[in-house]
């Protein structure tokens, strides 16, 4: 913005002023905390149509989805930290702290990890920024929060206009890309909280390694969606497609990647919806303003190329039309495509659907557990036996029977991968949590230290005795053993 | 180096690279064939664990004793017992643990039930350290079955009669299609590094975690690094001399108790008011005859290369002048006398580097508020102990420092409390275990939200219009009646949120 380059030496002062705001205790207080928040939900209702207007110039964004999956969202979480702030900070007395340890009186002190580096992707490029660093705040850190470039125009507006709300001298944007990101990911932070791809996570914690830094990440996968016969099918696909296509146009870490079912009911899979994407979008759905555009070019590029690939066209069932002047793609449904081709690869992140049939629903469970661990797993079905199965055998960030993406939206619920999609969870208490340490504080009297001292040497036998009586637990034992009376 | 595997009885096998992959390779397959999962199967090898620790414990003890001179009472108090009682806490609770956790929902979401359900990571790989060289490997042991997973353990060469001792005694005891010892050393964790874990679990010091999490990012894999620090003590004036005495006693325990100074949690250094210095001192040297009347009764120094170590703190001149009890050694027994020094040099070795040893520093202050000031200028440790009746300053140490852990009034006890989480911050590590939360830390807590078709919001989907928005407005906002009004059309819908 200012011309001037963010190197190395600027993130060292950056970070450098962050840990002495911290170090001063500025950060600390519930009011400032407070403060913070109710300076987030003030810039999201004052510029809720600049907002919206940055989405649609970084993504197309209908306003619908704008209003349902970022500002509204980011406004509850901010809503919801605050009404829940105050529970968050007080420490946990801990009932029962150890027979062992009697008399002692133990509790968990949530404390802030110090200062944070937030980085997130560009698909959500608005609440997934705010929504980790909504927990940060809360849980009494200094935070540096660095968005996306591939989302410039809301890279911007957070730039320019997220300072005007948030006590700047603990609460930093640095825009840029990779030369920018590098230089931050140099510095010691006391947590790197990462949304984006497997690729570049793997470069963060391996910077995040060089300092000890803990990490969180929050990456995706192949989100498999299995369809049973048996489910009351308009309203499946309905929530299949709005889940897919109503997500950023498929490009959401959570959206239904491919779908599996039997061979037997594929064709009327196909059929329910081809005719649920004709009554979202038209007849021509290149023209509908309720779809996002692919982001960029070379997003495009990749799509078409999974579309292109060779014996891939012969099974488009559905869709396959673009427009490369303004990069959109049609939602595109495939049929029975190879298990090793391009799209069944690695995320599509796209508005592209294959469907993969097998004989019984049963086997694919196989065909999702041989692929790396996805974000989100979701079955349709009403057997319940199925069901139990699935939660069971099928590991996955979160999973959600007769729906698609919408766990997202409960913060009583922690939002994370597991493997290849990713650690660490956040939304509601999770986010304050994955930014706090949780310190346990024991606290001993010396009323009543044991005459026999048993814990001390010079050990003798009996001593080994009483130590034993006190580690079973028990009491009687115990009494006995004081008064050198042996059960044993 | 010795590499053994499993079910080798002492065999002197080499096993090369090749070796070691198909030995984790059956873990996963034994993993992915889903044994690992039910209840029966965890709470088998819990109880089969529980067995080899209550079966074998002559021969721990005298594999300790080998390793590093610990005395039974020790080995039974601090790792054996400690095990027993580890174990028998998982098996009490275990099913409680694998039980789901219901959720709360709005009422826009009915009928919709959520949990969260607990499900094994994988195969999950442990490195321990030497220092308590059976409790750092089977502390985590305990979680990572509990948790239904397979598992790797790396005992620590440096404590080699322990690691031959439990790569020889698992196999007999615990599946061991799921459940793995490897032994042998650097080269060996590395060749284990390269391969892909779903966790690894690493005690030791923050030189080789750099190592392990370097390498588990270029797999994704989650990690926990349970490090070390400078733990200090703050010794505040008590008034009344049985109190002194009791402190005094948690004190020296806390320091040349615990595998004589070399524990992650051992008291490093003391911070004391200058004006108690010498009556601390001399407490400490009457509590140190009265429970080290010979050295027979400590641990020793593990080897020569640390015992190095230790001597080359001391050489420094400044340091040296400062020792005020103490400071004899014995190469050949692997021995240093308790030692005592008062306020060596800030900037030299023994004050910036974890000492790990029997040195034990005390440095005065002006007075002990002072202490905080002092301890937030530094790393942050594993645990930080006040001995004070203060309630101000005690409230100080918790809110104005960083640590693990504070422990008041006592030394080392938060190990053996199963109800709190043990782990560090900062410099001293990140994530904890310890009862539930080794369960926690080797488990994937995964959200199941199940919907139903009974009731279906038509303006969940496109075509979009403003009569949707507003719908969805008031939906967000609880707003319940608002949202029937709307619905209804008894209402106007073109307000802002």
């Known amino acids: 913005m200012t011309g001037e380059v963010f190197d190395g030496k600027k993130a060292e002062v950056m970070v450098k002023d962050l840990r002495a705001s911290f170090k001063a205790g500025k950060t600390k207080p519930y009011e400032w905390r407070v403060s913070q928040l109710e300076g987030i939900v003030r810039m999201i209702m004052e510029r809720e149509t600049e907002i919206m207007e940055a989405l649609q110039s970084d993504l197309a964004k209908p306003n619908m989805e704008a209003y349902l999956h970022e500002i509204s969202l980011s406004k509850a979480a901010c809503l919801f930290a605050l009404k829940q702030l105050k529970g968050w900070i007080k420490p946990e007395k801990v009932v029962r702290a150890s027979f062992t340890t009697f008399p002692s009186s133990a509790k968990i002190v949530p404390e802030p990890l110090g200062v944070v580096l937030i980085i997130s992707a560009w698909n959500y490029p608005f609440s997934l920024l705010i929504d980790p660093a909504i927990g940060a705040i809360a849980a009494g850190n200094a935070v540096v929060v660095k968005p996306s470039e591939i989302a410039p125009a809301t890279s911007a507006f957070f730039a320019e206009h997220l300072p005007e709300y948030v006590d700047n001298s603990c609460i930093k944007v640095v825009e840029g890309s990779i030369a920018e990101t590098t230089a931050l990911l140099e510095q010691k932070w006391d947590k790197i909280f990462y949304t984006g791809n497997g690729r570049v996570g793997r470069i963060v914690m391996a910077a995040a390694a060089k300092h000890l830094t803990p990490v969180a990440l929050e990456l995706g996968g192949k989100s498999p969606v299995i369809v049973d016969s048996n489910v009351n099918l308009k309203v499946a696909v309905k929530r299949m497609a709005v889940g897919k296509w109503g997500c950023n146009n498929g490009q959401a870490c959570i959206a239904p990647d491919y779908i599996i079912t039997t061979k037997s009911f594929a064709p009327k899979l196909v059929d329910a919806l081809k005719s649920t994407l004709e009554e979202f979008y038209g007849e021509d759905p290149l023209e509908s303003a309720d779809l996002s555009r692919i982001v960029s070019f070379s997003h495009f590029k990749r799509l078409t190329e999974l579309l292109d690939e060779e014996n891939i066209p012969e099974k488009i069932v559905y869709g396959g039309e673009r427009d490369e002047k303004h990069l959109k793609i049609a939602p595109t449904v495939l049929l029975d495509v190879p298990h090793d081709s391009l799209i069944m690869k690695d995320e599509i992140f796209g508005p592209l659907l294959p469907i993969i049939t097998v004989e019984k629903l049963e086997d694919s469970f196989e065909l999702i557990n041989s692929r790396p661990k996805p974000l989100a797993a979701y079955l349709f079905s009403k057997n319940k036996k199925l069901e139990e199965d699935f939660v069971q055998k099928v590991s996955a960030g979160g999973i959600l029977i007769n729906d698609a993406a919408l766990h997202v939206t409960n913060p009583h619920l922690p939002f994370g991968g597991v493997g290849d999609s990713g650690t660490g969870a956040y939304h509601g208490k999770f986010s304050f949590d994955t930014f706090s340490h949780k310190k346990a504080v024991l606290s001993r009297g010396y009323a009543t230290e044991m005459r026999i001292r048993a814990r001390y040497p010079p050990y003798t036998y009996h001593k080994q005795i009483l130590l034993r009586r006190v580690i079973d637990g028990s009491f009687i034992a115990l009494f006995l053993g004081l008064f050198g009376l042996h059960r044993d | ?497």
């Open chain 2, 1 to 497: 180096m010795v590499l053994t595997t499993t079910g080798n009885k002492g065999g002197d096998e080499e096993m090369g690279v090749l070796g070691l992959e198909s030995v984790v390779a059956e873990a996963r397959t034994t993993f992915e064939s889903g044994k690992t999962r039910g209840f029966d199967w965890r709470q088998s090898q819990l109880k089969s664990l529980l067995r080899l620790l209550k079966e074998r414990e002559d021969d721990m003890f005298k594999v300790l004793k080998d390793d590093l001179g610990k005395h039974r009472v020790e080995a039974f108090r601090d790792e054996v017992g400690a095990l027993v009682k580890s174990t028998e806490n998982a098996l009490l609770y275990l099913k409680n643990w694998m039980s789901p956790e219901r959720v709360s929902l709005p009422l826009v979401a009915f009928p919709t039930v959520a949990e969260i359900v607990p499900e094994p990571l994988g195969v999950v790989l442990v490195f321990s350290s030497w220092n308590f060289p059976l409790g750092l490997s089977l502390e985590p042991l305990i979680g990572a079955i509990a948790a239904g997973n397979a598992a790797v353990l790396k005992p620590s060469e440096l404590a080699p009669a322990t690691s031959e001792f439990l790569s020889d005694t698992i196999p007999k005891y615990l599946d061991y299609e799921a459940i793995k010892v490897i032994q042998g050393g650097p080269q060996v964790a590395e060749q284990l590094l390269d391969l892909k874990w779903d966790k690894i679990f690493f005690t030791g010091s923050p030189k080789v975690g750099r190592i392990v999490m370097t390498a588990a990012a270029k797999h994704l894999t989650p990690v926990t690094l349970e490090l070390g620090g400078k733990c200090p003590a703050i010794f505040d004036s008590l008034k009344s001399s049985r109190d002194k005495m009791v402190a005094t006693e948690r004190i020296v325990g806390g320091k040349w108790g615990a595998c004589y100074g070399q524990a992650c949690i051992g008291i490093d250094y003391l911070l004391v008011e200058e004006k108690y210095a010498p009556i601390l001192l001399e407490l400490l040297k009457g509590v140190l005859q009265k429970f080290f009347p010979n050295f027979e009764l400590m641990a020793r120094i593990v080897n020569k290369h640390h015992f190095q170590r230790l001597c080359n703190l001391l050489k420094n001149e400044s340091v040296a002048a400062s020792i005020v009890h103490g400071g004899s050694m014995n190469p050949d027994k692997l021995f240093i006398e308790p030692t005592i020094l008062l306020n060596p040099p800030l900037d030299a070795e023994i004050m910036t580097e974890e000492i790990f040893g029997p040195f034990l520093p005390i440095i005065t202050l002006k007075k002990i508020e002072d202490s905080v000031k002092f301890l937030r200028a530094r790393p942050t440790p594993l645990v930080i102990y006040g001995f004070t009746h203060d309630e101000k300053l005690k409230r100080r140490i918790v809110e104005e420092t960083s640590s693990g852990c504070v422990v008041f009034n006592d030394a080392l006890i938060q190990y053996m409390c199963e109800t709190i989480p043990f782990g560090g911050v900062g410099q001293s590590g990140f994530g904890q275990y310890h009862g539930k939360f080794s369960f926690d830390n080797f488990s994937n807590r995964k959200p199941v939200v199940r919907r139903s078709f009974l009731i279906e919001l038509s303006f969940r989907y496109p075509p979009w219009n403003e009569k949707k928005l507003q719908l969805i407005r008031h939906i967000y906002c609880y707003d319940y009646f608002g949202f029937v009004l709307c619905l209804l059309g008894l209402k106007r819908c073109n307000y802002r949120s």
